[in-house]
């Protein structure tokens, strides 16, 4: 079960497996896109050929990790050309402990009224009812959201940000599977990722219907990419950190034990779209959060350090929040061309 990273030195970028406290670079590959074309177009497994190029260099993980290197850490997958070729996604609602938030931020409770059930909750039910079909077939499609392109990427380390036109942001401690479109239109899955699927709470808050816009932000994996994980039951924390003292933590758990979707389902109900099978892209998909700090009333400040970690997933990944002020900008106009 290699676990790899990339890393850059100004325009120098090298593909590496983790051999802690090391990282060994790898022959003839500066980047893991080059090497899952490589073993696409080889017809053999990852693994394999990772071993093939094992090179001989080895550099200190501590130093890179902890930003005291020439050398810092990258995203663990990308598209080294364009980023514009790189989609990034997620799928909600698909955990069994998620919906308990989702549901108190959307309720609309009436005056003498019982507590009404949302579309959220909704949702999450027919998730529960038929989100997890036999093999080979097809279940319910799941909520499903689009972040940007790989512009949007932030690697371990780097701040997520708050635009001076949102409401707040906060963290959502997932995993994300990496992907990569063969030249036939097949998605491969080259691994998975620890991942921060940062969102706009108080504005999705406002109402459900500006779900789509609260996923336009930034948003973090890595910094590993494992090849080949266990994804049946996974268990990991999630904190705030503020000062270097966490100051709210939470137990997390996901995993298809965990889930009210497969990743079968979920694989499918992304990749049915025949625009997200266009040979040579790379797709980024967060499979949901188990909880939020936003649940608990917890509001992050400029600053704090968020800290999302699986076992088996390799180091935490962490980045601190940036938040702007309410006056970095101001009215965005379109200049006609009439």
């Known amino acids: 079960?290699?676990?790899?990273?990339?890393?850059?030195?100004?325009?120098?970028?090298?593909?590496?497996?983790?051999?802690?406290?090391?990282?060994?670079?790898?022959?003839?590959?500066?980047?893991?896109?080059?090497?899952?074309?490589?073993?696409?177009?080889?017809?053999?497994?990852?693994?394999?050929?990772?071993?093939?190029?094992?090179?001989?260099?080895?550099?200190?993980?501590?130093?890179?990790?902890?930003?005291?290197?020439?050398?810092?850490?990258?995203?663990?997958?990308?598209?080294?050309?364009?980023?514009?070729?790189?989609?990034?996604?997620?799928?909600?609602?698909?955990?069994?402990?998620?919906?308990?938030?989702?549901?108190?931020?959307?309720?609309?409770?009436?005056?003498?009224?019982?507590?009404?059930?949302?579309?959220?909750?909704?949702?999450?039910?027919?998730?529960?009812?038929?989100?997890?079909?036999?093999?080979?077939?097809?279940?319910?499609?799941?909520?499903?959201?689009?972040?940007?392109?790989?512009?949007?990427?932030?690697?371990?380390?780097?701040?997520?940000?708050?635009?001076?036109?949102?409401?707040?942001?906060?963290e959502e401690a997932e995993i994300a599977g990496l992907y990569i479109i063969g030249p036939d239109g097949i998605p491969r899955r080259i691994g998975m990722t620890q991942g921060n699927e940062f969102s706009d709470h108080k504005f999705e808050k406002r109402n459900y219907l500006n779900l789509a816009g609260s996923k336009l932000r930034t948003c973090s994996i890595g910094p590993e990419l494992v090849t080949d994980p266990n994804f049946n039951s996974v268990t990991g924390e999630t904190r705030i950190e503020r000062g270097g003292k966490s100051i709210w933590s939470k137990e997390i758990h996901t995993g298809e034990a965990e889930m009210c979707h497969s990743l079968q389902n979920i694989e499918h109900h992304h990749f049915k779209f025949e625009n997200h099978r266009r040979p040579g892209d790379v797709h980024i998909h967060y499979y949901g959060a188990h909880s939020l700090s936003f649940g608990d009333g917890f509001e992050l400040e400029d600053g704090d350090m968020m800290v999302v970690e699986y076992k088996g997933y390799g180091r935490p990944l962490k980045n601190p929040i940036r938040i702007a002020e309410k006056t970095a900008g101001g009215l965005v106009a379109a200049i006609s061309l009439a």
């Open 1 to 170: 079960m290699p676990r790899l990273v990339q890393i850059q030195d100004g325009n120098n970028r090298r593909a590496a497996v983790v051999e802690e406290p090391r990282v060994r670079l790898l022959k003839d590959f500066d980047s893991v896109f080059a090497l899952a074309n490589a073993a696409i177009a080889g017809g053999g497994g990852l693994a394999a050929l990772i071993q093939k190029h094992l090179g001989d260099q080895t550099l200190d993980y501590d130093s890179i990790y902890n930003g005291n290197s020439p050398w810092r850490l990258m995203v663990p997958l990308d598209h080294p050309d364009d980023p514009s070729r790189t989609l990034v996604t997620g799928t909600g609602l698909t955990h069994l402990g998620s919906a308990k938030d989702r549901q108190a931020m959307h309720i609309k409770v009436q005056p003498n009224a019982q507590e009404t059930m949302t579309d959220s909750m909704k949702m999450f039910r027919w998730g529960v009812e038929h989100g997890c079909p036999e093999p080979g077939k097809i279940g319910i499609a799941p909520e499903w959201f689009y972040k940007g392109g790989g512009a949007v990427l932030r690697a371990a380390n780097e701040p997520l940000d708050v635009p001076f036109y949102a409401d707040d942001g906060g």
